[in-house]
């Protein structure tokens, strides 16, 4: 399968634990879209990196949630002193194209529930 | 910024019939609307989109309708079948030097038998 991956696909955590989920974009894909899903709402952009430079993060993202992109291929989603509020579907999009016209290819998500 | 607002939450059809789902958008720059369909534990999935250059665009039973004065697109679905049940997002671009798609809430559409 050549489409995006994402890892782990499910995690359960303790509040206070830190998280890292993990996402392979489609190779050659420059940018890289990591978004926020709960149920019932549509997907919530976080941050969005062109290669590996880091353009936008969004304004509700808390400094707990860091994100990296080293040498532009995966990238990293790392949320610390995790929260029950924190729990939601953490997705990941690829796109060959540069700025915001092009299709986004989504990863089947990485789930994380905090207890 | 951009705001996408998506109407109905929730839309049940029975099979055969048409299904219409609507989206206004705040931002009179933006210039591409796409749909997402989204099935249940799966990821979302683009279906169409349109420009700001045509009014309509049609790929078999889906099309999607654009108007640029009212600032609203929406999505029909014509001749529905049960596999057509999922949730559809519409999307706009955020413009002004950030580049990003703003999704609506989304459409749970069920397809009766």
């Known amino acids: 399968d050549t489409g995006v991956s994402q890892n782990p696909r499910h995690k359960i955590t303790k509040r206070g634990q830190n998280v890292t989920f993990r996402c392979d974009p489609i190779s050659e894909h420059n940018r890289l879209y990591w978004y926020r899903q709960t149920l019932g709402q549509g997907p919530e952009f976080l941050t969005y990196?062109?290669?590996?430079?880091?353009?936008?993060k969004s304004r509700l993202l808390s400094d707990r949630f860091s994100a990296e992109r080293p040498k532009g291929s995966f990238s990293t989603l790392e949320i610390q002193r995790t929260e029950q509020g924190d729990s939601a579907m953490y997705l990941c999009?690829?796109?060959?194209?540069?700025?915001?016209?092009?299709?986004?290819?989504f990863g089947e998500g990485s789930r994380l529930t905090v207890l | 910024g951009e705001n996408v607002e998506q109407h109905p939450s929730t839309l049940s059809v029975q099979e055969g019939d048409s299904a219409v789902i609507k989206c206004t958008y705040s931002d009179s720059a933006s210039n591409y609307f796409p749909w997402y369909k989204q099935e249940l534990g799966k990821r979302p999935q683009l279906i169409i989109d349109?420009?700001?250059?045509?009014g309509e665009k049609k790929d078999q039973r889906i099309a999607v309708t654009l108007n640029k004065t009212a600032k609203h697109f929406s999505l029909h679905i014509t001749e529905t079948q049960p596999e057509d049940s999922a949730v559809y997002f519409c999307?706009?671009?955020?413009?002004?030097?950030?580049?990003?798609?703003?999704f609506g809430k989304g459409t749970k559409l069920t397809v009766n038998p």
């Open positions: 349109i420009r700001s250059n045509v």
């Open positions: 999307a706009a671009p955020t413009q002004g030097g950030s580049e990003k798609l703003v």
């Open positions: 999009a690829s796109s060959p194209l540069p700025g915001n016209t092009g299709e986004l290819f």
């Open positions: 990196f062109q290669n590996e430079a880091q353009l936008e």
